[in-house]
């Protein structure tokens, strides 16, 4: 949408701004393409781990890299959506869809990425620290819903 957006015609005042969202998203979809590897990694250090049931903390510390890794997936997937809400209401109305389309996209993967969180919390030794990951994937989960809602009443398409 701001690629779209930057080269409308009478909107070259805006070029600039609309190339800072281009970029901003550009680069928020390229920390999510490492956050695949790192989710990967984070998979392969479990089952690493798991050969080695003697070796407590290694399983934890994985353990852990499995939990950081899809809630850095929900925090980037929120700046996404910042992106997107920008777009829906400063972008063309013309691409105003794909602005939906991104924010509900986003939206699940902060959804996707909160199962992960859990399913590997039931492997989490330390209690707190479960209590503490797990009200930082609900909150996010709260954020990408009102998001996605605030996209869409934006584009209000209907």
């Not at 701001?2 to 920390?31: C, I, M, P, T």
């Not at 790192?38 to 903390?57: C, G, Q, S």
């Not at 959506?81 to 972008?91: I, L, P, T, Y």
């Not at 794909?98 to 989490?124: E, F, Q």
């Amino acid at each position: 949408v701001a690629n779209l957006s930057s080269h409308k015609k009478g909107w070259d005042a805006r070029w600039e701004e609309f190339s800072r969202h281009a970029e901003r998203g550009q680069a928020v979809a390229d920390r999510l393409l490492a956050l695949v590897d790192a989710d990967t990694d984070a998979f392969h250090a479990v089952m690493n781990a798991w050969r080695k049931p003697e070796d407590l903390d290694a399983m934890q510390a994985a353990v852990r890299g499995a939990i950081e890794t899809p809630l850095a997936v929900m925090e980037t997937s929120l700046e996404a959506m910042e992106v997107c809400s920008a777009m829906a209401e400063h972008g063309l109305k013309a691409s105003a869809s794909d602005a939906g389309v991104g924010a509900m996209c986003a939206r699940l993967a902060v959804r996707a990425a909160g199962l992960n969180v859990r399913i590997n919390l039931k492997d989490l030794s330390d209690e707190a620290a479960r209590r503490d990951y797990l009200a930082r994937a609900r909150v996010f989960e709260q954020q990408a819903e009102t998001a996605e809602a605030d996209v869409l009443t934006r584009i209000a398409l209907d």
